[in-house]
């Protein structure tokens, strides 16, 4: 079935880097654009970083431009999310999300989401 | 970018209607037809429930529809059922290329 499963959180110390990665299965993985959003706790959603199928395109929130780096490597149905400089407002559950097929900017399936947290 | 307004509650008995109302602005909302809304229930990712102001995914209930004037954009809820009891968010692609959600809407059953 079409899945996506995320991995690489849990707790770093203010400034410090993790790298997050999404597996996605049951579907053609280069076909479809995909998004990194996050939640932090008890909070609402923010889209943090968008990539393009091909991987060509990239657009990032204003509050991670320069500190987080999105990827993909299509040939290994995954992508990523390099997160650098961490600071404890970047503390959230973050889930990589599958464009839809027909939609511009909707994002159909999610995954799990996978926790960072930043503190020290 | 500015989050997008919502209420922070709406409330409705079983089988009522309800309306939950998005406001943005020229740069997102009001300016292209890219509004998505999700539900969303406690420890759960988020679901698609309406894509490009009015579209519902495949296999969604009718009971969920969406509209949009101007900078405001709207998901309304028929028949209203104790499932539905969730958070709800809007979003909208922006001029900037980026994508904003609303603060989210908690909905209860009474």
Redesign the interface.
Known sequence: QVQLVESGGGLVKPGGSLRLSCAASGFIFNDYYMSWIRQAPGKGLEWVSYISNSGSTIYNADSVKGRFTISRDNAKNSLFLQMNSLRGEDTAIYYCARGHPLGRDAYAIWGQGTKVTVSS | ?S?LTQPASVSGSPGQSITISCTGTSSDVGGYN?V?W?Q?HPGK????MI??VS?R?SGLSSRFSGSKSGNTASLTISGLQAEDEADY?C???TSS????????TKLTVL
């Open positions: 970018q989050a890219y998505s999700y969303q990712a988020p679901k698609l894509y490009e579209n995914p968010y979003s909208s692609y290329s980026t994508l904003v959600f609303g603060g989210g």
